[in-house]
């Protein structure tokens, strides 16, 4: 019989439905049941693409005499961790500070007011790992409440107290120098692998905030040893087994330290972030392998994560047949039958052996440069491409007629921001119409379906189900940045107001009016043990520094210096930490590097169906310019950047400024070019 998880939408607690645990969605019928009951909350945590999650639950969740003990004894909680990011982060820090690591699937145990006292990560269904087994726990937990309930609600109260402790974000004067980004650089830089990229060992997660930050710090500086540490990175990730070399698109890590074995999902977040990061490299250097992996992942994600309707799914599991990896690996024996006499030259390219790199089989990886694999086969290096690419097509037809790994079709207002900005701009740098029109369209039908009548956001969606979940704070800031982007390439209004809207309202629901900076939640969210304002880097962006930049460029756009007050403000605060852990926080160092860098503001009047605004804007964006906004229309706009500017001589016209001080406006390409340079 399902349990009370049947009326939810999310795919990973459908996955639970059938479990003999009477599992409860968090909501106030299973919190009033356990204060009523006086029974401890057994809370567990993970997401539809995680490995570790499905081993639990097939070991101890669909065991009937594990659950059994689970119903007699608690009221079991099963959460969505990326429906409920707020619960994730309080109960994340929880298990931190209690056991200095965290993970998925969590396991939390909890009073029955909500408040945690003990938890852990993955437990075994008998003892092994030097943990005790899952029952055992149980057990043990169950025996202290009995016995030791005082010392358990002591504890409890203690890591609330902890959990309660709220960033101050009050800033310090006239710390944003450009020299604190050298101080960040030596201290990534001693992290640095300088034979594989990235920073430190295994499992390897891709850097994609750090390498943001370096190629923005490199356009401004022009610091060798930052170009080296991004590109080494970005070329490593792009020939390793992380990069799905058939499909396009990367997994979420590397188990191990050259970026070959990975853990097998495939997160949208992910994909966005390093789509943006590829292009921007492109942008940088003109290498053709940045803008190839760019393509790439971006025609992965249109061909396998979105739905009719725009909106994009949220992540692709590990597991395909219950084995992780087994949808994306091969045997050498299946690349002869499949490829004939193409099959030598692939797998001297993607390192196909009979014995195989992992398990026994072969995941796709290239350590073979084009001209040395040319030169092997005697052919040039046109022809390689040409019938690798023939033989790409035909293993990944072949491999589509597999059983796909589980797809969570669940579209997040956040991460589809993510990807939203990377689209759109992957449209504007390449001239590909396609993106830009996928970007559109995203747009539209996270207005039509994620907004509400008086403006607000949610944060889910799937098919044939409403939206639901009041949209936090990274719904707000990840889809503000994703829509300037999106405006910056259409130059249609409405993104832009609607950016300014989403502005307006992270200022009035989420501002930290004592402290500084931004809750992760709004001030009419669900009452939980606390508030979060989470300041790191994760595996996305951190809201707070995501915010903040939001804020800075809308404050050029609208001369709004209140704007770049209250991010400015967050920035300088944070000083300490982005020197002495730049990994930690890339994000906020990117929005230093905008502060710092006396941004650009450019307005060009002109029609943007005649060749001469076009070619304005091509200028504008034939190089990496991260510390510049654009607005493009008439002086009858309602941007404040356009008002009341003219044209001259009837020709396209730009302003290039600073903080509303403006050049000579300029007609030609050439003379906004060197505007741009100065």
Known sequence: MPNKLAQETSPYLLQHVDNPVDWYPWGEEALHKARQEDKLILLSIGYAACHWCHVMAHESFEDPTTAKYMNEHFINVKV?????????????????????QGGWPMTVFLTPDGRPFYGGTYFPPAPRYGMPSFIQLMQGIVNAWETKR????????????????????????????????????TVLAQDFDHERGGFGGAPKFPPSMTLEYLLQSFVLHKDSRILHMAETTLKKMAYGGMYDQLGGGFARY??????????????????????????????????PLYRQIAEETLDFVMRELRHEDGGFY????????????KFYVWSAAEINAHLGEDAALFKLYYDVTEQGNWEGSNILNRKKELDEVAWASKMSEEKVVERLAAAKQKLYDIRAQRIWPGLDDKVLTAWNGLMLAAF?????????????????????????????????????????????????????AYLADGLLALYQTTFDEQWFTWAHELAEMMRTHFYDTDHGGFFDTSDDHEALIHRPKDLQDNAVPSANAMAAQVLLKLSLYLGNSKYWELAE???????????????????????????????????????????DTQALLDT???????????????????????????????????????????????????????????
């Open 80 to 100: 969505d961790r990326e429906e409920r990011p707020d619960l994730d982060a309080i109960y994340m820090q929880a298990v931190v500070a209690m056991t200095g």
């Open 150 to 185: 005082q010392e358990i609600l002591q504890s409890a109260g203690d890591i609330t107290k902890h959990l309660r402790r709220t960033a101050v974000l009050t800033g310090e004067d006239d710390v944003l120098t450009p020299t604190m980004f050298g101080k960040a650089t």
């Open 254 to 287: 590397a188990t191990d330290i050259n970026w070959l074995v990975p853990h097998f999902e495939k997160m949208l977040y992910d994909n966005a972030l390093l789509a943006r990061v590829y292009l921007h490299a492109y942008q940088v250097t003109q290498e």
């Open 314 to 325: 949220s992540s692709y599991d590990a597991d395909s047949e219950g084995e992780e990896g």
């Open 424 to 476: 759109a701009e992957a449209g504007r740098i390449l001239k590909r119409h396609d993106y830009t029109e996928t970007a559109v369209l995203n747009a539209q039908f996270l207005y039509k379906t994620m907004r509400t009548a008086n403006g607000r956001l949610l944060r889910t969606w799937k098919a044939d189900s409403a939206a639901k979940y009041n949209g936090y704070l990274e719904d707000y």
């Open 569 to 611: 403000t967050a920035v300088s605060s944070l000083y300490g930490a982005m020197v002495q852990h730049p990994n930690a926080f890339a994000h906020w160092l990117g929005a230093a590097v905008f502060i710092t860098s006396q941004p650009q503001e450019l307005a060009i009047i002109g029609d943007l169906s005649q060749p």
């Open 620 to 678: 504008t964006f034939a190089s990496f310019r991260p510390n510049l906004v654009v607005a493009t229309g008439d002086a009858a706009s309602q941007i404040p950047l356009l008002t009341e500017r003219t044209q001259l001589n009837n020709k396209a016209t730009a302003y290039v400024c600073r903080r509303f001080v403006c050049q000579q406006p300029v007609n030609t390409p050439e003379s906004l070019a060197n505007q741009l340079a100065g």
